[in-house]
């Protein structure tokens, strides 16, 4: 099945953004059977492909050997666009090494774009990958038609993490402080990156780097790669780098408390399973996410979260702690926040009232 008609034809079952689209493969011809973009639809620039290149794998690179295997990568371009790329094994090899071909759909969003889906490349994967050819032409022809990918949705991502969060949570904090991680030994590479990515704010998703599926290499420069492999694979790929190791199974270590208050916030949306919540959040979080600033808004986020359950003293509390001057704050989302804290105190003190007024008048005849 050719793969520039399969997505032609199918029909969009909701609106679409036409983005670039490439096809990263290996198949015979005059410039030898090596992978390569073999495909696409033209408006990729020249720098873009070098982008794609040196992150995009070949032959024997996917952690899973099978034939279900799936992997996936993000990344910001050195034009200002972004790049997710789907891949898959996709029958056999077309070079001499045999096994199983790699088939890697490219997929170039604009900025804008990108930030439609709140900049989180699983929202944008879970939506391309239906649309996909189920069989991969052999030799697709050039050029390709834009990708017709499906507008967000109100749905987003819901992962699970066996074993609990406490690894994810650590995993989150060093993202978060900036370091360049290698995460191994994990059957849960999708469900961890998942994971993570829920946890940051947009302005740090807006330049995040990531992989899941795909095993590590010195041309694959990724702040997050989640790999399930052994530790010559660990070693090999961290030697004389700035990449720091991370063992899934090993004990969880304690991590810095500059953004304890932010990490408590999203554990506990973990938790209690309120992804929708944290993605709409952490999507507002678009300029400043400094720890103070992160700590704030959860520190609200929790109290508005609270307020339904409080008493006129906690309401008082509250309203001193986070609700004055609500407008006063120059962060869009915390003065945002408050604004919504000091009208559902002021609903919570009129429940509580009118409460009190239904108990008196229900005592009062017994009175008599």
């Known amino acids: 099945m050719d793969c520039r008609t399969a997505l032609a034809d199918a029909p969009p079952a909701q609106d679409t953004l036409s983005v670039q689209h490439a096809i990263f493969t290996s198949i015979p011809g005059p410039m030898g059977a090596g992978y390569r973009i073999v495909a696409d639809t033209g408006g990729i620039r020249r720098d873009e492909k ?50 199983l ?32 050819a189920e069989q991969p032409a052999r030799a ?32 989150l904090s060093l993202v978060l402080c900036d370091h ?6 994990t059957n849960q590479q999708a469900e961890v990156l998942s994971t993570v990515i829920s946890g940051l704010p947009l302005a740090t998703r807006r330049h995040f780097s990531c992989a899941a599926g795909m095993k590590p290499a010195p041309s694959r420069d990724f702040q997050l790669c989640v790999a399930d492999v052994g530790l010559a694979d660990v070693e090999r790929a961290t030697l004389d780098t700035e990449i720091k190791p991370f063992v899934w199974t090993s004990p969880p270590e304690a991590f810095g408390a500059k ?17 929708a919540e944290l993605e709409r959040i952490a999507g507002e979080c678009d300029r400043d996410c400094s720890s103070d600033v992160l700590a ?30 609500p407008t006063g704050s120059s962060n869009t989302i915390i003065a945002r926040l408050r604004a ?26 017994l009175d008599g």
């Open 50 to 99: 070098q982008d794609v290149l040196r992150r995009a794998p070949s032959h024997g690179s996917l952690c899973d050997s099978t034939e279900e295997a799936t992997a996936l990568a993000s990344f910001p371009l050195s034009t200002g666009r972004h790049c997710v790329i789907l891949s898959r094994h996709a029958g056999t090899e077309q070079t001499a090494r045999g096994g």
């Open 101 to 132: 071909r790699v088939w890697t759909d490219v997929l170039i969003l604009e900025a804008e774009e990108f930030e439609r889906f709140g900049c989180n490349p699983i929202r944008v994967a879970d939506l391309a990958r239906p649309q996909l």
């Open 140 to 171: 697709p022809r050039h050029p390709l038609k834009p990708f017709e990918l499906p507008t967000p949705t109100d749905e987003v991502p819901s992962p699970s993490i066996r074993g609990g969060y406490d690894r994810v949570l650590q995993l």
């Open 180 to 185: 360049k991680l290698l995460v191994s030994d």
């Open 259 to 275: 953004y304890e208050t932010w990490l408590d916030f999203v554990h506990d949306r973990w938790l209690r399973r309120h992804f």
């Open 296 to 325: 704030k808004i959860a520190l609200v986020s929790d109290a508005l979260d609270q307020v339904p359950r409080m008493s006129s003293e906690e309401l008082k509390r509250i309203s001193r702690e986070h609700g004055s001057n």
């Open 340 to 365: 919504q804290l000091v009208e559902a105190v002021e609903k919570r003190r009129e429940q509580l009232q009118r409460l009190a007024r239904e108990a008196a008048a229900a005592k009062k005849p």
